[in-house]
């Protein structure tokens, strides 16, 4: 597999998912450039590094880069778990599913969803929006508008990350 395909298959699951490329490669670490590179297949060169948290964040893998292994994940399940951690109320993946799928603030939930925000590794973000959409019958580009409603309502320290 050469950066051509790579790159390829990077586009094909962005769009998938609603991602922009600058919000791809924020979430990636990278900058818009490098992902429109890559996509464009016009990059020299990508660190080994980088395409594998690249292709993390996406939820692919080499071989060639598929999404099977994602598909037998719960992410919403997984998200709101990681958001309950050191908190009293237990954020229900129901209500995340919810918050995701409206851009309202689950009462009581307030400070889980800020965990899911702040703390939750983007993978299992990208999985929770994935599944919404999924859920819903949306394209993920709408799950994650009201991502970027939940931030300026409530806050977040990754706020350049979802807005």
């Not at 948290?53 to 292994?69: D, M, N, R």
Request: aromatic share 4%; charged share 20%.
């Amino acid at each position: 597999m050469n950066l051509y395909e790579v790159g390829q298959a990077v586009r094909a699951r962005r769009l998938a998912l609603g991602l922009t490329q600058l919000r791809l490669a924020r979430l990636a670490g990278l900058s818009r450039q490098t992902v429109q590179q890559l996509e464009a297949g016009t990059i020299a060169d990508l660190s080994f590094g980088r395409v594998v948290k690249l292709l993390g964040v996406l939820g692919l893998s080499f071989a060639p880069p598929t999404i099977k292994a994602r598909e037998k994940k719960r992410g919403l399940w997984m998200a709101a778990k990681n958001a309950s951690v050191s908190y009293k109320g237990e954020l229900t993946s129901e209500q995340l599913r919810h918050a995701l799928a409206t851009g309202h603030l689950p009462t009581n939930h307030h400070s889980q969803l800020l965990h899911f925000l702040d703390e939750t590794p983007l993978q299992v973000v990208v999985m929770a929006v994935e599944e919404t959409a999924h859920l819903e019958g949306v394209p993920p580009a709408q799950i994650w508008a009201c991502v970027a409603q939940l931030t300026r309502q409530i806050g977040s320290m990754r706020s350049n990350l979802w807005l």
